[in-house]
């Protein structure tokens, strides 16, 4: 339910309402199914493997423009790690290393957000261990122009940002000087790879130069996950300082955040709720317990008003992501706990998309479009990545590249409005790229339904092919696996499978 790979001013509302419903008419027409693509594997900053990472919250690292962000392996080192992870930029076939604060050579460095204008905010070690903890301090910082750029926080161990938009604004946590023992807590595990805090976590806008601290609901700790184009963030805090006998913590739940006033979304009975995303109208999904933590639902919050999106009679579901038309997507376990399923809930419907075969499938993100993308089992059990479209139905990504290229798409965790799908591949070798799947124009010149387009080398270098080879569905991409590993500490005591597809 919960696993991930390692791992966003306006005039009035009533104006941004009306922008925001404005292309939703044909929204979901049927159309044909797209079967031509390019893809783009993103290469390691030198060392094995890239992979994307996934929340929560949900990261937002895949622009409209067809910028990608990622992360990937060094040659050097790491104890905690294995090696240094950097954090990479790919556009138009080409992908850059964006570094870590000093010295960048030994610090990890991950990007969390893109806005539509190419800011990039993520997350960068200081070359600092943290005293209380004995793990890497991380600071949140900004990727500018070659520059990492420290955003600093509020005079404790660490900060991480975890979303931009166009103006600029960012939002994430900052960490003060105050002891606190519940901080990395927060959404099950929201620290960079779950490492814990020992000092109070509070939710971050920097903006125009400056920090301000946007409060907490009540309790100690708060991050903010989303900022959008209107400046409404929304995030997760504690309500209380007391821990629940069912999860050990606090109870928390989801804010909404405008204009100073920090709003309670509420949750749906129990002591453990979270968002995943926010879109621009304001609306918020993510997943909330019932009363006594043993069920968990996916949610909807729309201008104070929260729905039960429910499950397909399973205890576990979770909503990852809205788009702008209040579609929802995520996954919902049924009947008996032995399988979960895609769905896709609007308008107060909510409808299985089903699987490429096998038992579990997972939804991770949706477009402007309605196109919706994730990942499935397929009978050999084996994870392969999916595209779902209305009136197409679920299509495995696979059947839609050359066979014997020499790898596999395991998921598709992002998908823009130009239909730009990334997600993980697995190689041959059992290494992991991150891949950009680039939708081709019918008068495209070239061939692109018959060649692979790869560019696997250093930046700036030519794009050579992969070579032909038998491909497995049995490789286990091993970075994406450890990167999860380090996530499977989150929240464990509220059930359902431990399964990233």
């Given amino acids: 339910m919960r696993i991930r790979t390692y791992s966003r001013r306006f005039v009035t509302s009533l104006l941004a309402m009306l922008v925001m419903t404005i292309p939703l008419v044909a929204q979901y027409q049927a159309r044909p199914s797209p079967h031509r693509y390019k893809l783009y594997l993103v290469p390691p900053p030198g060392g094995t493997d890239t992979s994307g990472i996934s929340g929560p919250p949900v990261p937002h690292l895949l622009n409209n423009q067809g910028m990608l962000g990622s992360i990937g392996l060094t040659s050097v ?17 080409t992908s850059t290393n964006l570094g870590a604060l000093p010295p960048s050579d030994s610090n990890l460095s991950a990007p969390l957000s893109i806005s539509d204008n190419g800011r990039t905010v993520g997350a960068s070690g200081n070359g600092q261990i943290d005293p209380l903890t004995g793990f890497p301090e991380f600071e949140a910082v900004s990727f500018q122009g070659g520059q990492v750029i420290d955003l600093g926080n509020f005079g404790g161990n660490g900060s991480v940002a975890y979303s931009v938009n166009n103006r600029g604004q960012v939002v994430g946590f900052a960490l003060n000087t105050i002891p606190d023992p519940y901080g990395s807590f927060l959404m099950g595990c929201s620290t960079i790879a779950c490492f814990p805090t020992g000092q109070q976590m509070r939710a971050a806008l920097w903006q125009n130069g400056r920090m301000q601290d946007l409060g907490t609901l009540g309790g100690n700790d708060a991050i903010a996950g989303i900022v959008n184009e209107a400046g409404q963030v929304a995030g997760t805090s504690y309500t209380n300082t007391i821990p629940n006998s069912t999860t050990g913590w606090p109870s928390q739940d989801p804010f909404f955040w405008e204009r100073g006033r920090m709003v309670d979304v509420g949750n749906l009975g129990g002591t453990f709720a979270y968002a995943d995303w926010m879109n621009e109208r304001g609306q918020i999904v993510g997943l909330s317990t019932l009363a006594g933590d043993a069920i968990s639902h996916p949610f909807f919050w729309d201008r104070g008003r929260l729905t039960d999106i429910g499950t397909f009679g399973g205890s576990y579901g979770e909503a990852h992501q809205v788009n702008n038309a209040g579609a929802v997507i995520g996954l919902a376990a049924l009947s008996g706990d032995q399988a979960h399923h895609a769905f896709l809930w609007r308008s107060g419907t909510l409808t299985d998309l089903g699987t490429l075969g096998g038992t579990l499938s997972n939804a991770w993100a949706i477009n402007s479009s309605g196109q919706v993308v994730g990942a499935s089992f397929v009978n050999s059990g084996a994870t392969h990545a999916f ?6 139905g679920m299509i495995d ?20 409005d130009r239909g730009q799908i990334s997600g993980d591949a697995v190689l041959d070798s059992g290494n992991s790229r991150a891949y950009l799947l680039t939708p081709c124009d019918d008068d495209q010149p070239g061939d692109c339904g018959s060649n692979i387009f790869v560019a696997d080398a250093v930046a700036d270098a030519p794009a050579p092919s992969i070579k032909a080879a038998p491909t497995s569905d049995e490789h286990i991409s091993n970075f994406a696996d450890q990167l999860r590993q380090l996530q499977r500490r989150r929240q464990s005591s509220l059930g359902g499978p431990t399964q990233s597809q």
């Fill in 77 to 93: 080192t790491d104890p905690f790690f294995g090696f240094v992870i950097h954090g990479v930029i790919s556009r138009n076939g």
């Fill in 387 to 392: 595209l779902w479209e209305e009136g197409a």
């Fill in 397 to 416: 990504l696979n059947t839609l590249i050359p066979p014997g290229s020499g790898l596999y798409l395991e998921n598709a965790t992002l998908i823009n």
